[in-house]
């Protein structure tokens, strides 16, 4: 028999963290880059030109990176500029899934349109 561990979702230990720091969130889920060719990684990596060059190893090298803000004002903007909206990209592998937690644990901004933009169902 299977016994539940109370396992925790990236969502809940995000929203834990910040409510606990009071921050916002910006949560970065480039996992599906990992399964792609070695030349559409490159091409994929080429095409965000808007990550910083000090974060672009970060991200590139971890399928889930997260960075902490004072502001939702500044974790939105930092969202926006950093990773297209998937309905302005027209190669859809180059999009990278990203979206804002706040302290309260509600998601002002996601770059998935098409997406249930709240990854907590209950």
Known sequence: MLVSLNSFRLYELVKKY???????????DNTKWFYLDAAKQTQVKDYHTEIP???????????????????QTIATETAHTWLPKNTDLADKDFFIECYVVTPSGGIPYTNDDVANPNPDPG
């Open 18 to 28: 910040a409510q606990v720091e009071d921050k916002h969130i910006l949560v970065i």
């Open 53 to 71: 060059t000090d974060e672009v190893g970060e991200i590139f090298s971890n399928n889930i990176t997260c960075y902490a803000f004072d502001t």
